[in-house]
């Protein structure tokens, strides 16, 4: 379990691949404090484990499901990528309950900035926008974010200067891809209304403050 806050911008400095598992090489500084064998890590919201690690550097896999959900192939050496490690169960909780299991690779297709951020819109599919609401929470590359605009199949994110300084959201072009996962609440509320007979309804939620 994630929160979708950043703790470091880490740099891919080895890739490889052997039979279908693809192989990272991450230097980091921060994460390797305590680190340890299997722990999860997020990296571009990704969960991943960890298999080896030096006194700079740790190794995850990705298997062959998880390259097919996510541009985690397409990472180089000297690419930038977002690290969290697992929430603490005594961790003081900054974002959104974010699970590392990306839902979809949404694109760029705007960037507009403004007097204290830049306003990015992401495409992505109308099932995954189906799973959002405006003010909301969206997890981007695994930053924690919130929905400011949201259309069919395509939503906005403010990057404040914080963000931009501490991710590497703040490099991102428009074209380039970025992962999505949807907020995990919304999809058990989603899935209690489709399933439920006992008079549970979209109304009745927002009653309840859902």
């Known amino acids: 379990m994630f929160t979708g806050i950043v703790e470091e911008v880490g740099t891919v400095v080895q890739t490889s691949s052997k039979q279908n598992v693809m192989n990272l090489t991450i230097e980091c500084d921060d994460i390797l404090k305590d680190i340890h064998i299997g722990d999860s890590i997020s990296v571009n919201g990704a969960c991943l484990t960890v298999i080896s690690?030096?006194?700079?550097?740790?190794?995850?896999?990705?298997?062959k499901g998880t390259e097919n959900k996510?541009?985690?192939s397409e990472l180089r050496k000297g690419s930038e990528v977002n690290l969290e490690r697992a929430m603490p169960s005594q961790g003081r909780f900054g974002g959104h309950f974010v699970l590392g299991h990306?839902?979809?690779v949404g694109t760029i297709k705007r960037?507009?900035?403004?007097?204290?951020s830049n306003i990015v819109t992401i495409q992505c599919t109308s099932d995954l926008t189906n799973q959002m609401v405006q003010q909301g929470s969206?997890?981007?590359?695994?930053?924690?974010?919130?929905?400011f605009r949201l259309g069919e199949g395509q939503f906005?994110?403010?990057l404040i200067p914080e963000t931009k300084r501490a991710t590497i959201?703040?490099?991102?072009?428009?074209?380039?891809?970025?992962?999505?996962e949807a907020d995990m609440l919304f999809k058990y509320v989603q899935k209690a209304i489709s399933k439920d007979e006992s008079g549970l309804t979209r109304e009745k939620l927002s009653q309840f403050g859902f």
């Open 53 to 63: 690690f030096t006194d700079k550097t740790f190794d995850v896999q990705v298997i």
């Open 169 to 180: 959201l703040s490099t991102k072009k428009i074209g380039d891809k970025v992962h999505l």
């Open 111 to 116: 960037i507009q900035p403004s007097a204290n």
């Open 138 to 147: 969206i997890t981007v590359d695994g930053v924690s974010l919130t929905i």
């Open 70 to 72: 996510t541009y985690l």
């Open 102 to 104: 990306v839902d979809e």
């Open 156 to 158: 906005d994110i403010h």
